[in-house]
């Protein structure tokens, strides 16, 4: 069974519409993070939140956001999509602070027209 | 700042033989983890191995070894019996725990093709 789910598969935008990306998980870990992966490149870390604490990397842009209103569900909120920021979107969670596994959820492909 | 580093962007095996794929690391931290994941075309992240710096054996999962060398700061996947299902991208991570959480870097990656 699926433990961390990330709905749509696939979601298509129009340049400039905000798009919403979710995550939910069944593990009830306390970490949650959300990676950009572009074609051909490793995944690069946006942000997590530890519970309720929100951590933003240094160089993600502004216009990517993050909710999370329960320990199960995590949201990437892209205020206005770019060309650029066509990508496959990874969630994954982890338990704790250190020594501690990943798991990643499927991925979404966000295309943007 | 941590930093791994693949230097094979893709491998071509035949099918049964066993492979290598590289993976050095670089970090000042006395403890750490070491990861592998296998991510196919379908686009999921898949554990396939993990390796903490404390770890006195080398780890292995069924025909996943890994080849950790301390002191060389390698920590090379060992793919034995590869079958056409292998073939996929396969990254190595290192693990960094910060004072809020622990957070994965990750290498550029190896294709792996698997061939009759």
């Known amino acids: 069974d699926a433990m961390v789910i990330q709905n749509p598969r696939y979601q298509v935008t129009q340049f400039g519409k905000p798009v919403t990306l979710s995550c939910s998980q069944t593990?009830?870990?306390?970490?949650m993070y959300w990676y950009q992966q572009k074609s051909s490149q490793a995944p690069k870390l946006l942000f997590h939140?530890?519970?309720?604490?929100?951590?933003n990397e240094a160089d993600t842009p502004d216009n990517f956001q993050s909710r999370r209103p329960n320990t199960s569900f995590c949201f990437l909120d892209i205020r206005s999509p770019g060309l650029g920021d066509a990508a496959m979107y990874l969630c994954?969670?982890?338990?704790?602070?250190?020594?501690?596994?990943?798991?990643f959820g499927s991925g979404t492909q966000l295309s943007v027209l | 700042a941590q930093k791994i580093t693949q230097t094979q962007p893709g491998m071509f095996v035949q099918e049964k033989e066993a492979v290598t794929l590289d993976c050095t690391y670089d970090?000042?931290?006395?403890?750490?983890?070491l990861f592998w994941y296998k991510q196919p075309s379908s686009g999921e992240m898949i554990f396939l191995i993990y390796?903490?710096?404390?770890?006195?054996q080398n780890a292995t999962e069924g025909r996943y070894s890994l080849n950790f060398q301390k002191a060389r700061k390698s920590a090379n996947l060992v793919i034995s019996a590869s079958q056409l299902g292998d073939s996929a991208m396969y990254f190595c991570?290192?693990?960094?725990?910060?004072?809020?959480?622990?957070?994965?870097?990750f290498g550029t990656g190896t294709r792996l093709q698997v061939t009759l």
């Open positions: 994954a969670t982890s338990r704790a602070r250190i020594n501690e596994m990943m798991f």
């Open positions: 593990l009830n870990h306390n970490v």
């Open positions: 939140y530890y519970d309720k604490d929100f951590n």
């Open positions: 970090t000042s931290d006395p403890s750490y983890g």
């Open positions: 390796q903490g710096s404390y770890d006195q």
């Open positions: 991570a290192m693990r960094e725990d910060t004072g809020t959480a622990s957070k994965l870097t």
